[in-house]
């Protein structure tokens, strides 16, 4: 079994943006919102005295990841392959997950008000093909493979090259968006891209404690009424309408 | 209620599925076969090879169709030697030209004022008969030179064809005299070839980047940008000379904050270096260059403390950065620059540029610049073209080497404006936005106002079109064919094909027809003798042994037969009057210019005022993109650059919106301010193309400052005819008061007085023209 991972290697990137729109292009992410996202230029210092780097990120698959408890619905889960991942069939939009991650890398799409986030281009994947943001960077500054592959290139990168995960006191949870950069680049992501805390709103407490249990008892009420009717209906000599 | 036997197992199965995962399991390995939903991939029936034309890089593209005809989305041609599959932001970007709303859909007649934008829409058979008429009886009456073609990109190259066929000598594109056109002077006044596009720089052996303005990254061109990351990755070193920090200078080793308009002091400190301390490439001189005695001499008094007084540089960076060039030479890249139309003395700075380029060795040797190769693609046969009149632009003439296969865009604007040396009473303008990308476009207007025809063809309806008599909507580079992309500055060049992807909308109508219906009319068939676009695309493949067919799945032929770099075992022969690189130039000499760069001091910013430069975004190109639903998406509007030293003396803040007033009172848009350490503290920056003033642009309208509409004034070069643009000065007006620091006064009355742009200039006569007619060449 794989362990996805991507590398991103700020040395190279120069913060053009071509990921994000094949991305957004791929996933029909609505403008204002992102699954990936860049931030060009971010300079510090005094002038003449002065540094700086783009910034990419993304969700980062995270190997305790933080927003998959909180969800009251289990849309959110984790494959064996690393990828995290939203069933929309099941999201409710509540955004607890939202909330959690502490990269800020899910958001609510406003057309299905359903969580959505990057999810490595699981489909292309199945296709053959790399991530949508891998192909088309500018710069060859994203890397995408098995972690648990040692002829990977992430492998080489992640294990032989030392790049480096944008981990901090606020949450340490395995990233598996790994960077390669200059230290005066991940100076300034640490600074200024470094994790929050994971939110978990008081509701998402409530649930985890109290509502947890009561919703899992009506939604087995729920199918247990449908079933009822569904019984009743086939006894009653009702053909079961197929669809 | 009643439920199918499908529906309540599937219900069973998500309430079972969702009381595994509530009760705290993670389910793995769980893979959906039909999830996510949708992805676009699964809808895809065909993948289309094409040439993108979100700006003039031309990289490869491949358009995913579904079963409708509908674009889904476009991915990069893996197949594309220079881009290998990538894309930028804009070429991902696209379909939403294609299916942006606001697009010019039908032809289009003026019935109100010119600039009132009152049109009705006529039948393209009204359209091209009024225009045909109109054309005859202006050549009638004043000859075919009275028609001026403002041309960009290889869309525009059949109505080219025609208006060659036509007669007029006045071609032009703002690609030579606001862009790149100094610069190929002055490297063919040094090598005998311009530099062309894309810039032949052999990044992938280069030990030793140098950009000069050059803001790779911000300017994505998609392969250049790769070869340059790659570059990086190799650990091949960077200088970068820029005013501002740019994304390149954030990965150079060394950053070089220089004052505006000082380079050329930079780069004779360098020359100086590099000769008086034994560092530049002895051999390839003695061998191939003439003058260096004249050179050596002349840069005698140029030391790194000379030009650190002017340009504010340390005089041990200088040293230092020169030495690193001595270290690797000949390995190093000296980025010649795009758009080079600066000050006004940029075709001397490009000199200098390439010049310095000489001494390292690096021009035809790998790591430097590479050679272009030819391309044997032959020409549909056509008749034979009328021998034009004189040029009204100046292009070898007043400006003895302006390019006369580009021409001089402020050149044909003036002679228009002033009548003189002859009338012009019609343009059309293809591709092109005359508004937004030559300076002083109050001027072009009142042009425009003295035209008996103005037409514009294009996609979107841009400022221009508000002042068109007719409005002709061509089909985006998605919706056509058009004529051979050939690739000459590439290591193995290339021929590549645009094809359509989808149909045309609405009643939009690609160039090739455009040009050959109205040739119908005009009694020139004889130049339209091929009967499909396609018969023309086969004849012009058959150079490289193709036809359409067969290149139409890949998009791209190869054409292997190129040698990069000179063969040093042979005599070579450089196109120069000498056959030498010319350190010296003679030819400048008799013309009566320096023969070798000199400084020349540009004016100081006046106290309280900043000079205002310019540049670009990965997400816009030119002022062109701007009312791209994604791409307004990621940048609605430009912002301002300003130091933070000066915004906190001045007490501004980062996020607050301004208004700038330039030195001829002349009032910008609202502008946001990016405060930031990384820019020179006498400039300020915005991205060009914003503030577009067509209320048709329903997106773009209005949003941010227009860089191009705070140019009232430019330095003309005289070498090549280019405008100068960063001589222009702001000062910043926040909530109607002018912010400036005490003392400062504004310089407006006295630059009230300036009417220079505005006065018609002396016409010099020179003998004979020092450029060739009828180079076409890729525009930017």
Same mark, same amino acid.
């Not at chain 1, 992410?29 to 992102?34: Q, S, T």
């Not at chain 1, 799409?109 to 008000?113: D, R, S, Y």
């Given at each position: 079994m794989a362990r996805y991972a991507m590398v991103i290697d700020l040395r190279k990137c120069v913060g053009c943006d071509a990921c994000t729109v094949a991305c957004r292009t791929e996933w029909d992410? @609505?403008?204002?919102?992102?699954r990936t996202w860049v931030e060009q230029s971010v300079t510090v210092g005094e002038f003449p005295n002065v540094s700086g780097t783009n910034w990419v990120a993304q969700c980062n698959h995270c190997d305790e990841p933080s927003c998959i408890e909180p969800c009251p619905t289990g849309a959110t889960f984790q494959l064996k392959n690393g990828i995290v991942k939203v069933d929309t069939d099941l999201c409710i939009g509540c955004g607890y997950c939202v909330e959690a991650c502490p990269y800020d890398a899910r958001y609510i %799409? @406003?057309?299905? %008000?359903k969580v959505d986030k990057c999810d490595f281009c699981e489909a292309r994947l199945e296709e053959g093909l790399q991530p949508a943001c891998v192909t088309t960077c500018t710069g060859d500054a994203k890397f995408f493979g098995d972690l648990e592959d040692p002829n990977s290139e992430v492998y080489k990168k992640v294990y032989e090259e030392g790049a480096w995960r944008n981990e901090n006191d606020n949450a340490a949870i395995g990233p598996n968006v790994y960077y390669l950069g200059t230290p005066e680049q991940l100076e300034i992501v640490k600074e200024k891209f470094g994790p929050r805390e994971p939110r978990l709103l008081p509701p998402a407490q409530a649930w985890k404690n109290i509502l947890k249990p009561v919703v899992l008892t009506a939604i087995g009420a729920t199918f247990a009424g449908q079933a009822v009717a569904f019984f009743n209906q086939l006894r009653k000599g009702e053909e079961p309408i197929d669809d | 209620m009643s439920i199918s036997r499908r529906e309540f197992i599937k219900r069973g199965a998500l309430t079972a599925g969702a009381l595994t995962i509530l009760s705290g399991t993670t389910v793995k390995g769980l893979n959906k076969k039909n999830f996510p939903k949708g992805w676009k991939g699964r809808q895809r029936v065909k993948e289309i090879p094409s040439i993108c034309e979100m700006c003039f890089w031309r990289c490869g593209i491949l358009g995913n169709v579904d079963k409708h005809g509908k674009l889904l989305k476009i991915d990069g041609n893996p197949n594309h030697p220079l881009t290998e599959g990538r894309l930028c932001a804009r070429g991902n970007a696209g379909h939403k030209l294609a299916y942006d709303p606001d697009r010019l859909k039908y032809p289009l007649m003026r019935v109100g004022k010119r600039g009132e934008g009152k049109f009705k829409r006529v039948s393209w058979d009204e359209a091209l008969d009024f225009m045909a008429e109109k054309l005859k009886k202006i050549k009638a009456e004043y000859g075919a030179e009275a028609v001026g073609f403002f041309p960009h990109g290889i869309q525009a190259r059949f109505f080219e064809h025609l208006m060659k066929g036509f007669g007029t000598p006045n071609i032009v594109e703002p690609a030579f005299a606001q862009c790149r056109g100094s610069r190929d002077v002055g490297y063919k006044l040094t090598f005998g070839n311009s530099v062309g596009s894309p810039e032949p720089l052999d990044f992938e052996n280069t030990d030793l980047m140098v950009f000069i303005g050059t803001h790779i990254g911000e300017n994505v061109f998609t392969g250049q940008n790769l070869q340059f990351a790659n570059a990086i990755e190799r650990g091949a070193k960077l200088i970068v000379v820029d005013p501002r920090f740019s994304v390149a200078a954030a990965k150079a080793d060394y950053w070089l904050p220089i004052k505006p308009g000082t380079d050329t002091a930079l780069l004779l400190a360098w020359m100086h270096v590099l000769i008086y301390e034994n560092r530049y490439d002895k051999e390839y001189i003695r061998k191939y260059a003439i003058g260096f005695d004249q050179l050596k001499k002349h840069v005698k008094d140029f030391t790194p403390e000379w030009a650190s007084k002017i340009t504010g540089l340390p005089a041990s960076l200088i040293l230092d950065t020169a030495r690193e060039m001595g270290k690797y030479y000949p390995k190093v890249g000296i980025h010649p620059g795009r758009h080079v139309a600066w000050y006004g003395n940029d075709s001397q700075r490009a000199r200098a540029m390439a010049i310095l380029t000489a001494l390292l060795g690096s021009y035809g040797r790998p790591g430097g610049i590479y050679l272009s190769s030819k391309i044997p693609a032959p020409k549909y046969p056509s008749g034979k073209n009328p021998k034009p009149g004189p040029r009204a632009d100046g292009a070898g003439t007043v400006y003895p080497f302006g390019s006369r296969g580009l021409g001089i865009t402020n050149g044909l604007i003036d002679a228009t404006y002033d009548e003189d040396p002859y009338p012009i009473k019609a343009w059309i303008v293809y591709s092109q936005n005359v508004l937004q990308s030559i300076p002083d476009p109050w001027k072009t207007k009142e042009a425009i106002d003295k035209l008996d025809l103005f037409v514009v063809v294009d996609i979107m309806p841009m400022e221009q079109y508000l002042y068109a008599d007719l409005v002709l909507p061509e089909a985006t580079y998605l919706e056509r064919y058009d004529d051979l992309y050939t690739v000459k500055n590439a290591k193995k060049p290339f021929a590549a094909i645009r094809q359509p992807i989808i149909d045309p909308l609405y009643e939009a109508k690609p160039g090739w027809w455009i040009a050959k219906e109205t040739a119908k009319r005009l009694g020139l068939e004889e130049h339209f003798q091929w009967e499909t676009i396609e018969e023309y695309l086969d004849y012009r493949l058959s150079g490289l042994g193709k036809t359409l067919q067969q290149v139409q799945a890949k998009g791209i032929v190869v054409y292997d037969k190129g040698t990069p770099y000179y063969d040093f075992s042979k005599p070579i022969h450089f196109k120069t009057r000498s056959g030498k690189i010319e350190l010296y130039s003679q030819t400048l000499k008799d013309y009566g210019f320096d023969p070798m760069p000199v400084y020349e001091p540009v004016e100081e910013v006046p106290k309280g005022y900043f000079r205002l430069t310019y540049g670009r975004s990965p997400v816009h190109s030119f002022a062109r993109s701007q009312n791209n639903e994604i791409l307004h998406g990621y940048m609605p509007e430009n912002e301002l650059w300003i130091n933070s030293t000066v915004a906190n003396q001045l007490g501004l803040s980062d996020g607050e919106y301004v208004r700038l007033e330039n030195q001829d009172g002349i009032l910008s848009n609202n502008i946001r301010l990016k405060v930031t350490p990384g820019i020179h503290p006498e400039a300020v920056f915005m991205v060009h193309g914003f503030d577009q003033k067509s209320p048709a642009l329903r997106l773009a309208y209005k949003h941010g400052a227009s860089d191009n509409y705070l140019m009232s004034r430019v330095n003309i070069d005289p070498l090549s005819g280019g405008t100068g643009m960063r001589v222009n000065f702001v000062r910043i007006i926040k909530n109607g008061q002018p912010v400036m620091v005490s003392g400062a006064e504004s310089i407006v009355p006295k630059f009230k007085k300036n009417t220079k742009t505005r006065t018609p200039k002396k016409r010099i006569v020179v003998p004979q023209a020092a450029t060739e007619a009828g180079e076409s060449e890729e525009g930017c």
């Open positions: 992410v @609505p403008i204002g919102h992102a %799409n @406003p057309l299905t %008000n | -």
